[in-house]
């Protein structure tokens, strides 16, 4: 009988070596970098996304500037040529002064227009600005004359009586009063009817809304020529 022979053993199992036996090794860490004092700090870029660029806030326009208006502008410079006309009569006491008052108000009602249309806008704006500038004007210098009148009379009779002046009536001591203080003596004429007054006041209406349109058209063209339009 013949002889087994004994197998071989098997060969001893190695150990597998750890994970982090084959991690690369750590990247050096780079220093943090300093940013210099003399540099500006530039603003951050938007931020991006998968859609594409984040929309930024939009600056609002600047809201258009409102255009003078041809009522506000028309009484003042009517309100303030009034009452200059009747205070300069009131003091002067000139009947040559009455054609300097007039001529201050065709300036004053051609000023209103151009301050009206200095701006842009229509030309005829000027034309709405005279028109209110002639009625209150008109308005002014009637109720600044008649105060006026009143004040000036109340102390020419105080005046009269310190004096011993007061011989007179009541009705002629007013009477003398009022010729002494008015700005000129009405010179004899035809009587003085309702038609007549508002034909007077119809072309006084009419002389302040074609001199306000003219300053409007000036205004208008000064505006036109500062932006550059032909």
């Known amino acids: 009988r013949g002889r087994s022979v004994p197998a071989s053993p098997p060969p001893p199992v190695q150990p597998l070596p750890a994970p982090w036996a084959y991690a690369p090794a750590p990247y050096p860490v780079p220093p943090p970098y300093q940013v210099p004092m003399n540099m500006a700090y530039l603003p951050a870029p938007p931020m991006q996304t998968s859609y594409g660029m984040v929309p930024q806030a939009s600056v609002a326009p600047p809201f258009p500037q409102a255009l003078p208006s041809p009522f506000g502008q028309g009484c003042l410079w009517g309100l303030m040529q009034g009452a200059l006309a009747a205070i300069m009569l009131l003091l002067l006491k000139n009947a040559a002064y009455v054609y300097v008052a007039m001529l201050i108000g065709f300036l004053a009602y051609f ?13 005829f704006r000027g034309g709405w600005a005279g028109l209110w500038a002639g009625i209150t004007s008109t308005f002014i210098f009637w109720i600044v004359l008649v105060l006026g009148l009143v004040i000036l009379v109340s102390q020419r ?42 034909t007077f006041l119809g072309v006084g209406l009419i002389l302040a809304v074609a001199l306000g349109w003219i300053g409007g058209l000036v205004g208008k063209a000064r505006y036109k020529k500062k932006r550059g339009y032909p």
């Open 111 to 123: 000023w209103a227009g151009f301050r009206t249309t200095r701006r842009g806008g229509r030309s």
């Open 157 to 198: 009779i105080q005046a009269d009586t310190q004096k011993g002046l007061n011989a007179l009536q009541p009705n002629q001591e007013f009477n003398h009063a009022l010729h002494v203080v008015l700005p000129f003596t009405a010179q004899p004429g035809p009587p003085l009817t309702s038609t007549g007054v508002l």
